[in-house]
């Protein structure tokens, strides 16, 4: 039992940190000339970088940018409420809460990297999606992965 508490905790930080570094790094459109994220884009030629400007897709920049937001928030919620339950769930209860909230971050990851998906660089014949990209749906698995084992795991003495 102490080794799979382990393995989901560790499952559960490196989570943490991988929707952290997606939400922040400005890697989720590249071309040679420059690199976007959900907040900047910087060029490579100067090192200068300006504010993300859509006209026509203001609103689904902003719910892809609070999306994000969101999953960081709530998986971290759940990695509180995962200790706090660790030393006060009875035995035998299950991990709902924190099932709860890794689900809830997998929702809103999916969310975010859809909108991107179709909303964003659909129509561009230069460029690629960056690793931040890949990185946030990589997240979408990993958080639904740990919101599915907390809500299937019972504490055990």
Not at 11 to 16: A, E, G, N, Q
Not at 25 to 31: E, F, G, L, R, V
Not at 53 to 59: E, F, G, M, N, S
Request: charged share 10%; aromatic share 16%.
């Amino acid at each position: 039992m102490l080794l799979l508490l382990v393995a989901i905790f560790l499952l559960h930080l490196s989570t943490i940190i991988f929707l952290i570094i997606s939400t922040a790094n400005s890697a989720w459109w590249s071309t040679d000339g420059y690199s976007m994220d959900i907040w900047k884009q910087c060029f490579h030629g100067n090192g200068s970088c300006a504010t993300v400007v859509y006209k026509d897709l203001d609103d689904c920049l902003q719910a892809v940018q609070a999306s994000m937001v969101l999953a960081v928030i709530f998986s971290c919620c759940g990695f509180f409420v995962f200790i706090c339950q660790l030393f006060t769930l009875k035995k035998g209860h299950r991990f709902i809460f924190t099932g709860v909230f890794q689900l809830l971050s997998c929702l809103c990851v999916v969310i975010a990297a859809a909108i991107y998906t179709i909303s964003f660089h659909s129509k561009d014949q230069t460029g690629w999606y960056g690793s931040s990209y890949i990185l946030a749906w990589l997240c979408f698995p990993l958080t639904l992965i740990s919101g599915v084992i907390y809500a299937i795991l019972r504490k055990r003495e």
